[in-house]
Nanobody
Framework: QVQLVESGGGLVQAGGSLRLSCAASGSRFSMNNMGWYRQAPGKQRELVATLTSGGSTNYADSVKGRFTISRDNGKDTVSLQMNSLKPEDTAVYYC?????????WGKGTLVTVSS
């Protein structure tokens, strides 16, 4: 059974930085796509950034230039470096992974950015 475990959330002041990490386990095969989504209170879950095993990235416009996604294919881990954080980045961040048409989600980690 595939499991995704996130770490690195917390409270930070506006302008600060945080790094989120996620490790996938329980799979015999490496994940094709890995990334991050987020859900703010009262809003729908939205894409933050994704990264394929081939290195293609996709970022939400709202985080371009501030967030950087990276992964270690050999270990099936994905990280999100978040800089210049804004109060509107406050949300629960979910790790995402996909392989062979199946999608997997972590339980989420809370990021709170104070003004």
């Amino acid at each position: 059974q595939v499991q995704l475990v996130e770490s690195g959330g917390g409270l930070v002041q506006a302008g600060g930085s945080l790094r989120l990490s996620c490790a996938a386990s329980g799979s015999r095969f490496s994940m094709n796509n890995m990334g991050w989504y987020r859900q703010a209170p009262g809003k729908q879950r939205e894409l933050v950034a994704t990264l394929t095993s081939g290195g293609s990235t996709n970022y939400a416009d709202s985080v371009k230039g501030r967030f950087t996604i990276s992964r270690d294919n050999g270990k099936d881990t994905v990280s999100l470096q978040m800089n210049s954080l804004k109060p509107e980045d406050t949300a629960v961040y979910y790790c995402y992974a996909a392989r062979f048409g199946a999608a997997y989600w972590g339980k989420g980690t809370l990021v709170t950015v104070s003004s």
